[in-house]
């Protein structure tokens, strides 16, 4: 038997449910894995809502860790006993244990834990496309980035500084800006607290920045915009105070030629080859030091209600796991 959250209908975190369901035997291409942490990611918390559609009723959850306990008889790659983590659907990581395509399962090394497993390689996938592939950042790239005391922007803060940025972070509170700094940011403003435009070209005298990164969506936007030096690029990879609204082509042309770009994970990591590479690389970051898995919280399978509480009212500084 194996417990299962699962929502029949979208709203509130209440929505979630905990049952139990029969483990099933893997279809050919298919493995068994024990759970032993599951990561919560905004993106689950969006999808319960329903600002994200998925069908319902449905699982929920991205990201796992666990150990193999069965695989099909097509299956190659991982064999039973092997230390395993995940990024991506299917949907239903929010289970003690489940079924899951074999070939997206990706080894532990010997040297990282499940829970941090299940804290950095969803997160550390996406930092690592953002900083490698949507805009190649590199020595003397000015990195203006968003929510940089949370967990993702913790990585992109540290990640981008190894290879040679200079990150501003911006940050909700007075109480984030050391946190922000310890990751790597050379600058930290605090929203609403200036006027971000005008400081983010005082602070690169005149120049503004190259690239930004903004995971806040319609409050920010525009302003972002007024952040970026010419032919700059924009990326819009989140939408925590609402979807921006429509931009005019004109607008682009009128603040320098700028470029925008809205990317999703999926896009980035649904080739099996480009998958396994970006997970490689995000362990060797680990390996090395350049980025950290910081988890926040733990909370209880039964208790996915809770946690998903608790990441929308911005409690905590890292990633939230789940335990089974």
């Not at 905990?18 to 990611?41: C, H, R, S, Y």
């Not at 829970?115 to 000015?142: C, E, H, N, R, W």
């Amino acid at each position: 038997m194996a417990q299962v959250i699962k929502l029949a209908h979208t709203g509130a975190p209440e929505v979630l449910e905990l049952t139990t369901v029969d483990q099933a035997e893997p279809g050919p291409k298919e493995a068994w894995i024990e759970q032993d942490a599951i990561g919560v990611n905004y993106l689950d918390v969006t999808q319960r809502q329903g600002a994200v559609p998925i069908a319902l009723p449905s699982g929920l959850g991205l990201e796992g860790a666990g150990r193999v306990t069965a695989v099909g008889r097509e299956v190659r790659n991982v064999a039973v006993g092997d230390r395993v983590a995940y990024a991506l659907g299917p949907l239903g990581g929010y289970a003690s244990g489940r079924l899951y395509p074999a070939e997206r399962l990706v080894k532990l090394p010997d040297s990282l834990g499940f829970d941090d497993a299940a804290a950095v390689l969803f997160k550390g996938i996406t930092a690592q496309y953002l900083i490698k592939s949507t805009y190649p950042v590199q020595a003397g790239t000015v990195v203006l980035l968003y929510g940089a005391a949370g967990p993702l922007g913790q990585i992109l803060a540290s990640w981008a500084r190894y290879l040679g940025a200079f990150v501003i972070g911006v940050v909700s509170r007075a109480a984030s800006v050391e946190r922000a700094r310890a990751a790597g940011c050379g600058e930290v403003l605090v929203w609403g607290a200036v006027d971000l435009p005008a400081e983010v070209a005082r602070v690169t005298r005149g120049r503004k920045a190259d690239v930004v990164y903004d995971g806040i969506g319609r409050l920010t936007f525009a302003a972002s915009l007024d952040c970026l030096r010419p032919r700059g690029l924009m990326v819009s990879m989140g939408a925590s105070t609402g979807v921006p609204a429509a931009v005019e082509l004109g607008t682009l042309n009128a603040k320098g030629s700028l470029f925008l770009t809205r990317p999703g994970l999926a896009a980035h990591e649904s080739q099996l080859d480009e998958y396994r590479e970006r997970a490689s690389d995000v362990f060797d970051a680990v390996s090395r030091g350049i980025i950290k898995p910081a988890i926040g919280r733990h909370f209880s399978l039964a208790d996915a209600a809770l946690a998903h509480a608790s990441l929308e009212r911005g409690a905590g500084a890292g990633t939230i796991v789940l335990k089974p």
